[in-house]
């Protein structure tokens, strides 16, 4: 899991303010390439601030939102604490 973090993380600090932050991370993990597109778009529906139900993905879940957060991309990209309201993971079986 420490390489998905990773690569959360990089996305969101590689888009920095031109995907007009503060941002809802939505990310689809497993499958093939068209299921994990299709869980990361389900993850984006999911309600703001619903944990997973698997403690571990919960877990990076708040992670993630936590480092995001202390990137400083803020809002419109002008500085702040607030880089991203929320990260949905989903997984495939």
């Known amino acids: 899991l420490e390489g998905v973090k990773g690569w959360i993380l990089e996305c969101v600090r590689t888009a920095g ?11 689809g993990v497993g499958g093939t390439f068209e299921k994990a597109a299709i869980l990361s778009k389900k993850a984006l529906f999911r309600e703001l601030g619903s944990p997973n139900p698997d403690p ?36 495939a079986p």
């Open 17 to 27: 303010p031109d995907a007009c932050p503060p941002l809802i991370v939505g990310v």
């Open 56 to 91: 571990a993905i919960g877990a990076v879940e708040r992670e993630v939102l936590e480092r995001a957060n202390r990137l400083g991309i803020g809002p419109q990209g002008y500085g702040g604490d607030t880089t991203a309201f929320g990260v949905h993971i989903l997984a």
